[in-house]
């Protein structure tokens, strides 16, 4: 099956700065891949997401890259401010037959110090 | 238009008692799916349902775990002789059927087994 690694697990970075989380996945069937920010005690927020026909996207202070002969894509997020402190979750769906089931990475815990 | 909603936010079980736990999608989403996360882990998949038919449950343990999502009502998975281990939060996330990728997620129902 599909399998999502992501790093850094920890992020901390001065208010202000750029900040980047990188995934890995190994199912080249794969072709949409979601980012999901989750606060404390909050369920996961789709904030942005990319599909394989696309190589980037942006959204405001948010953009993904997505290299699909690497099997690897980005967020970055500039201009960071505290209000995104969060878990940053990765996730690939698509692979097996057009499972729309996503498999997630493990998680990037973003501190964003004022 | 609401979100996802998930009751209760916070349950507390004792061990060998019966956990259900209930999710209503987004108004027009035909699709459900139940996740559950461990402290500093990323979100598992556990079941995915449409309107009275489980699609897939490969997630799902095979013993004292179950889900529906009737004709009429919220989406319920249900723990039966719960444990300890059991203890965890579990999202459940909706998709229209348009875009099955696309998932919003609840705000999740902390369950504590004591």
């Known amino acids: 099956g599909e399998n999502v690694e992501q790093h850094p697990s920890t992020l901390s970075v001065q208010e202000g700065d750029s900040a980047v989380i990188k995934c890995t996945y190994s199912d080249s069937a794969s072709n949409y891949f979601p980012w999901y920010k989750q606060e404390l005690g909050k369920g996961p927020q789709l904030i942005i997401d990319i599909r394989s026909n696309v190589g980037e996207k942006k959204d405001q202070r948010i953009a993904v890259t997505l290299n699909k002969t690497a099997k690897h894509f980005s967020l970055h997020i500039t201009e960071t401010q505290p209000e995104d402190s969060a878990v940053y979750f990765c996730a690939a769906s698509g692979a097996a037959g057009g499972s729309y089931i996503p498999t997630f990475g493990r998680g990037t815990s973003l501190i964003v110090h004022p | 238009n609401a979100g996802v909603m998930q009751n209760p936010r916070h349950l507390v079980r004792r061990r060998g008692q019966e956990a259900r736990l209930r999710c209503s999608p987004m108004?027009?989403?035909?699709?459900v799916y139940w996740y559950r996360q461990l402290p500093e882990e990323g979100l598992k998949f556990m079941v995915y349902l449409q309107k009275e038919n489980i699609i897939d449950e490969s997630g799902m343990p095979k013993e004292r775990f179950s889900a529906e999502f009737p004709k009429e009502g919220p989406s319920i998975l249900r723990i039966q002789q719960v444990v300890r281990g059991d203890s965890a939060a579990y999202f459940c996330?909706?998709?229209?059927?348009?875009?099955?990728?696309?998932?919003?997620f609840g705000p999740g129902t902390r369950l504590l087994v004591l």
């Open positions: 996330a909706s998709s229209p059927a348009t875009t099955q990728e696309t998932q919003y």
């Open positions: 108004k027009g989403h035909s699709h």
